[in-house]
């Protein structure tokens, strides 16, 4: 799979990578945790929109598609170093996270999304 192609159908995946997951994320955020905790405080529709996103790459993407997603988008994030887990795996954490702030927030679309997908 070309990841320089898929990034364009992930755009806040790809804008969250590229921008706080940035080369030099270690030097403007203390954690990769504080970074998530910092989306997750995000309006509602751009939560859906990530998760939309994290919900197409668990989809079609193995464990090396992911990293190879994560290089060409410029990030200097490693799921296995930085977080502690699979590529795979860190992406259904961040899914399941994303999910249980909008069903918090009371947002009934996000099960609904999941039906549809």
Request: charged fraction near 30%; proline fraction near 3%; charge should be negative.
């Amino acid at each position: 799979m070309k990841m320089e192609k898929f990034a364009a159908r992930v755009p806040s995946f790809a804008n969250l990578m590229g921008g706080a997951f940035n080369q030099d994320w270690r030097d403007e955020w203390d954690s990769a945790e504080e970074i998530v905790t910092s989306v997750l405080g995000e309006r509602s529709d751009q939560l859906r929109s990530m998760l939309k996103d994290l919900r197409r790459i668990d989809q079609v993407c193995s464990d090396d598609d992911i990293d190879s997603l994560l290089f060409s988008l410029g990030s200097g994030f490693s799921p296995e170093t930085d977080w502690g887990m699979s590529p795979k795996g860190w992406v259904q954490d961040l899914e399941v996270r994303l999910e249980g702030e909008l069903v918090a927030r009371g947002d009934a679309t996000v099960r609904a999304d999941r039906a549809i997908e």
